[in-house]
């Protein structure tokens, strides 16, 4: 791809998120997209491959905020909104109070009976959702080559536990009874994301040192998205499924529901938002799998994860432990990624008890197959990890960035 300044796609308008997205690929490169929009939520769309597309309307107006410096003053003003229906803050610029009167809607096809089914099934599998989000999908994260190096070297690489928390909030928010009412968050926590990663799209291009490791001159496209994605709700199911925990249809329908809002809420178009978990997983393998792979700085990242749990809880959430889990979760080739060691005492106790404990407590199993120790030591696990990366979701706040990593200046 010929060497484009942000500025440039900018100028192209709303047309480059478009069909003006398919100037700056190649026709070798434009083949390479074949899912099909008939697989989508909406049933139909464009087809266009998803890496040349980005959300022109929030980096128009985001640009547009930072260059008139207005950015502080916004950030003050939106600490203030925190819940989906309250009113959005008097004060805002214009064109953003217009942007996020829009953006905060839900779509036509949102359904509130599976909205009200997944709040149940949260309720029920809210400690396995939240370890896998925090932990399964964060760790994940460090090894999807661009979504590593753009933390890495965006404002967010500078405080990883701050960033991390951000990253829980969303977890956080879409499993509470009322992630999508007038008096819950998920909504607020969609919109301020949708503006962050607006800013992180002009912020990170000026970034020498992201632009000598990045293989793309713009971040956070359609295609980067929904990877980060099927890192969240594509993995947690099949952990959820390889745990044999039990899943009747509705449950899984409804929890897949409310990731499909959440992925229009943060701006993705829907006609890469998959209407189903047969066409999410068929998706995975084209936009997930394939990218998988260590990079200098997520492995870096990845140690940073580790080493938190021991800063929150040095009793039980040690860099072991959190290594074990690790290898459990995303396998042994990951974990060879990442470095981790083999720690044969965390590793067996996962590999033989971790079935026969998802058994008993879902009643599965009458019985403990090992010593009770071990089946409370499990399930303070699932609730330490869950503490440890959820704590500070509740009270974190969602700014729109003004610089990208201190520790690596842009010159």
């Known amino acids: 791809m010929?060497?484009?300044?942000?500025?440039?796609?900018?100028?192209?308008?709303?047309?480059?998120?478009?069909?003006?997205?398919?100037?700056v690929a190649?026709?070798?490169?434009?083949?390479?997209?074949?899912?099909?929009?008939?697989?989508?939520?909406?049933?139909?769309?464009?087809?266009?491959?998803?890496?040349?597309?980005?959300?022109?309307?929030?980096?128009?107006?985001?640009?547009?905020?930072?260059?008139?410096?207005?950015?502080?003053?916004?950030?003050?003003?939106?600490?203030?909104?925190?819940?989906?229906?309250?009113?959005?803050?008097?004060?805002?610029?214009?064109?953003?109070?217009?942007?996020?009167?829009?953006?905060?809607?839900?779509?036509?096809?949102a359904d509130r009976g599976k909205i009200a089914a997944a709040a149940d099934f949260n309720n029920r599998r809210g400690l396995y959702t939240g370890v896998l989000y925090g932990f399964a999908s964060g760790m994940m994260s460090t090894v999807i080559p661009k979504e590593a190096r753009a933390v890495y070297y965006s404002q967010g690489g500078a405080d990883m536990q701050d960033r991390i928390s951000k990253t829980a909030k969303l977890g956080y928010d879409i499993g509470t009874r009322n992630a999508y009412d007038a008096d819950g968050e998920m909504i607020v926590t969609c919109v301020k994301t949708r503006l962050a990663h607006a800013a992180v799209r002009h912020?990170?291009?000026?970034?020498?040192?992201?632009?000598?490791?990045?293989?793309?001159?713009?971040?956070?496209?359609?295609?980067?998205?929904?990877?980060?994605w099927h890192s969240l709700p594509t993995t947690v199911m099949k952990n959820l499924v390889a745990w044999k925990v039990p899943m009747p249809a509705a449950d899984s329908a409804a929890f897949l529901h409310t990731w499909q809002l959440a992925a229009y809420m943060l701006g993705i178009k829907e006609e890469y938002i998959p209407a189903s978990w047969a066409e999410a997983n068929s998706q995975a393998k084209q936009v997930l799998d394939p990218v998988l792979a260590p990079t200098p700085e997520g492995i870096k990242l990845a140690n940073i994860l580790l080493e938190l749990g021991a800063a929150i809880d040095a009793g039980l959430l040690t860099k072991r432990v959190l290594g074990s889990l690790t290898r459990f979760m995303l396998g042994d080739e990951i974990a060879g990624w990442l470095s981790i060691p083999r720690y044969p005492l965390w590793d067996g106790l996962l590999n033989t008890f971790w079935g026969p404990f998802i058994a008993v407590r879902e009643g599965v199993l009458k019985v403990f197959p090992g010593a009770d120790s071990t089946y409370w030591l499990f399930d303070e696990l699932l609730r330490k990890v869950l503490l440890a990366y959820l704590s500070g979701a509740q009270k974190i706040n969602i700014e729109i960035p003004l610089t990208n990593n201190p520790n690596y200046p842009n010159s």
Do not use: C, Y
Not at 57 to 66: C, F, G, Q, Y
Not at 87 to 104: I, N, V, Y
Not at 209 to 217: P, T
């Open 2 to 23: 010929d060497k484009l300044s942000r500025r440039d796609m900018l100028r192209a308008g709303g047309t480059l998120g478009a069909f003006g997205a398919l100037t």
């Open 26 to 109: 190649t026709p070798a490169q434009a083949r390479v997209w074949t899912w099909s929009p008939s697989g989508s939520v909406v049933g139909t769309g464009a087809g266009l491959d998803p890496r040349w597309v980005w959300d022109p309307e929030a980096d128009t107006l985001v640009a547009s905020l930072i260059d008139r410096g207005e950015v502080p003053r916004v950030n003050t003003l939106l600490r203030t909104w925190t819940k989906n229906g309250q009113p959005l803050p008097a004060g805002l610029p214009a064109d953003l109070k217009a942007f996020m009167e829009k953006a905060r809607q839900l779509p036509a096809w």
């Open 203 to 228: 912020l990170l291009p000026k970034s020498s040192h992201w632009q000598r490791a990045a293989d793309e001159e713009i971040p956070i496209s359609q295609a980067d998205m929904m990877v980060t």
